[in-house]
């Protein structure tokens, strides 16, 4: 059973960080040429498709965005479940020569973010790989860091981030639950 705490980010903060980790992703590769966005599902898939938004304001040109579903690069996956099945990844471009643009809602342990790493691996080598994340919670168990990250929330291990975002919710936030 979780139990609510608090809530860390209101729809206005969640907008703000990622209009700046739209700007910060432009600003580091000299504009929006050669980018494609790429999220981890579920919900980073509709962080992808808001920065994504942002970017087409910011530079006038539209950056494509994938879904990627690491279910099969899990490597816990032997203990979540005994007949996974693979969502469609949906990378409707090619990752060779880009500048992807890998996003998650939330950095906890590193380990989703190599799975994702490993799974794009699978379609090309693109030029680049950057992490993007709404949320960094720190307890990281893999030497991975997120490039862009919207807010460092340093959180205990009981504790539980849950990002809000429609399609999934029908408001946008992020919420702290104590495990318990």
Known sequence: MERYKATLMDETAVGRALKRISHEIVERNNGAENLVMVGI???GVSLARVIAMNIASIEGTKVPVGALDITFYRDDLHRINDTPTLKEAKLPFSVEGKHVILVDDVLYT???????LDALKESGRASSIQLAVLIDRGHRELPIRGDYVGKNVPTSRQEIIQVKIPPFENYTAVELYEQG
Request: avoid cysteine.
């Open 41 to 43: 599902r579920r919900r």
């Open 110 to 116: 590193g380990r989703t973010a190599s799975a994702a």
